[in-house]
């Protein structure tokens, strides 16, 4: 079975930097591949999807609201990947989870709808 792994978050000042890893292990071998995301949900907030990777093509996507301030990447050799948020704002403030599914889900309305998810790193932006 695919397990994700969050780490990396934790408090910064507006308009600063953090990087958010995930650690994924269990992914078949040999399939078409898996597309993995990047989401985040704050109190009383819906999800957001905010970022996409696949993990043969390397193709990505990224939501409107962090498209040009975050990058999302993968180390194949370490099985990871990665988000890079840059010039983070007071907004950005939520829990912020990786996912993992064989499916484009660019709209979710729950962390239960893929596949496999971590259980979330919290990222506070607070001056």
């Known amino acids: 079975d695919v397990q994700l792994v969050e780490s990396g978050g934790g408090r910064v000042d507006p308009g600063g930097s953090l990087i958010l890893s995930c650690a994924a292990s269990?992914?078949?071998?040999?399939?078409?591949?898996?597309?993995l995301y990047w989401v985040r949900q704050a109190p009383g907030k819906g999800l957001e999807w905010l970022a996409t990777?696949?993990?043969?093509?390397?193709?990505?996507d990224y939501s409107a609201s962090v498209k040009g301030r975050f990058t999302v990447s993968r180390d194949n050799t370490k099985d990871s990947f990665y988000l890079q948020m840059n010039n983070l704002q007071y907004e950005d403030t939520s829990m912020y989870y990786c996912?993992?599914?064989?499916?484009?889900?660019?709209?979710?309305?729950?962390?239960?709808?893929?596949?496999?998810r971590g259980r979330g790193t919290q990222v506070t932006v607070s001056s």
């Open positions: 996912a993992a599914d064989v499916r484009v889900l660019t709209r979710p309305r729950a962390i239960e709808e893929y596949t496999y």
């Open positions: 269990g992914f078949m071998p040999g399939s078409n591949g898996y597309w």
């Open positions: 990777i696949h993990t043969l093509t390397h193709n990505t």
